[in-house]
């Protein structure tokens, strides 16, 4: 696990190959067809003939929940373990992270007529207000949502509406033991203006290899929409306003740029909460070796 730009794609490949393994994303962007550049999708020289699931998996006119991510991620990783190999999960998305490690609530089905008017109400009244109402009816929520998280926001306050009960209380009754041995690393660099660099120059080298034309090919389809899941990953969604004329091209670049080192740092502050990790970090000669090392000691669970 880790930020964005980090290094993941390359160094569980390795693993892979040195392990016997497949790799499970573990990112919410990369299920999508048609979106390759702007999620750094790893291509076929890049995966070496190592197995990669959960990517390529849906259009981007679908939607695809933590559930489903954890029913799928749990079936191939016992199909992988029971074909003699082992999986590792890779990626940044730490809300299925969590999910996979410490069980999934079972949450009220989402309300259309409900959903419709918190719409309206982020587009009147704005997402640091509908967080403001949040912290009314479920600061704990509140606390650990981040304000700039509109879309969970408007699930706590769904799910709050529908069944009158702060989504919190729902966390507090999950459970999950996982068959497996883990072993965790998370890859970043150790100073995080090395990261914002990294980052700035991979969304140059987006744009010059075509992200401008990936998302213009999904803007010209005319059944997709800014609020859908998949426009609304980062760099997608500032081109996709772009595209709409509201930005010019530079200001869109700004926006992408500072959009993704936002991620990256929600990503660390994930990451500050996760337990019994192998620190790695990006650029480092011996990463492989560090990993091995660490997976060769019993020093977890």
């Given at each position: 696990?880790?930020?964005?730009?980090?290094?993941?794609?390359?160094?569980?490949?390795?693993?892979?190959?040195t392990?016997?393994?497949?790799?499970?994303?573990?990112?919410?962007?990369?299920?999508?067809k048609?979106?390759?550049?702007?999620?750094?999708?790893?291509?076929?020289?890049?995966?070496?003939?190592?197995p990669?699931?959960?990517?390529?998996?849906?259009?981007?006119?679908?939607?695809?929940?933590?559930?489903?991510?954890?029913?799928?991620?749990?079936?191939?990783?016992?199909?992988?373990?029971?074909?003699?190999?082992?999986?590792?999960?890779?990626?940044?998305?730490?809300?299925?992270?969590?999910?996979?490690?410490?069980?999934?609530?079972?949450?009220?089905?989402?309300?259309?007529?409900?959903?419709?008017?918190?719409d309206?109400?982020l587009?009147?009244?704005?997402?640091?207000?509908?967080?403001?109402?949040?912290?009314?009816?479920?600061?704990?929520?509140?606390?650990?949502?981040?304000?700039?998280?509109?879309?969970?926001?408007?699930?706590?306050?769904?799910?709050f509406?529908i069944?009158?009960?702060?989504?919190?209380?729902?966390?507090?009754?999950?459970?999950?033991?996982?068959?497996?041995?883990?072993?965790?690393?998370?890859?970043?660099?150790?100073?995080r203006?090395?990261l914002?660099?990294?980052?700035?120059?991979?969304?140059?080298?987006?744009?010059?290899?075509?992200?401008?034309?990936?998302?213009?090919?999904?803007?010209?389809?005319?059944?997709?929409?800014?609020?859908?899941?998949?426009?609304?990953?980062?760099?997608?969604?500032?081109?996709?306003?772009?595209?709409?004329?509201?930005?010019?091209?530079?200001?869109?670049?700004?926006?992408?740029?500072?959009?993704?080192?936002?991620?990256?740092?929600?990503?660390?502050?994930?990451?500050r909460?996760?337990?019994?990790?192998?620190?790695?970090?990006?650029g480092?000669?011996?990463?492989?070796?560090?990993?091995?090392?660490?997976?060769?000691?019993?020093?977890?669970?």
């Open positions: 696990m880790g930020p964005t730009a980090s290094g993941k794609t390359a160094l569980a490949v390795q693993l892979a190959e392990l016997n393994g497949e790799i499970i994303s573990v990112d919410s962007a990369l299920v999508y048609g979106m390759d550049i702007g999620t750094a999708k790893p291509t076929a020289e890049q995966r070496r003939g190592i990669h699931h959960l990517i390529d998996i849906l259009d981007p006119s679908q939607a695809f929940s933590t559930g489903q991510f954890r029913t799928q991620a749990l079936a191939l990783m016992a199909d992988i373990s029971g074909r003699g190999k082992i999986p590792i999960l890779v990626g940044g998305t730490f809300l299925y992270f969590n999910a996979l490690s410490g069980g999934l609530a079972e949450l009220p089905e989402a309300d259309p007529l409900i959903r419709a008017q918190l309206a109400d587009a009147q009244l704005g997402k640091t207000a509908l967080h403001q109402k949040l912290a009314l009816v479920d600061p704990e929520a509140a606390a650990r949502i981040h304000p700039n998280d509109p879309q969970r926001i408007q699930r706590a306050l769904e799910v509406a069944s009158g009960q702060p989504i919190s209380s729902f966390f507090k009754k999950q459970t999950a033991d996982l068959p497996y041995h883990i072993t965790k690393f998370a890859i970043s660099p150790s100073d203006k090395i914002h660099s990294i980052i700035a120059e991979r969304f140059q080298v987006m744009l010059d290899n075509g992200l401008l034309d990936e998302v213009e090919s999904l803007f010209k389809r005319g059944d997709l929409h800014e609020k859908m899941p998949a426009i609304r990953a980062v760099g997608y969604r500032q081109i996709w306003a772009y595209l709409q004329g509201a930005t010019d091209k530079a200001t869109m670049t700004a926006q992408a740029i500072a959009a993704t080192r936002q991620l990256a740092k929600r990503q660390f502050t994930w990451l909460k996760e337990t019994d990790v192998v620190m790695l970090e990006t480092a000669a011996d990463l492989q070796q560090q990993a091995l090392s660490a997976i060769k000691r019993p020093v977890f669970g």
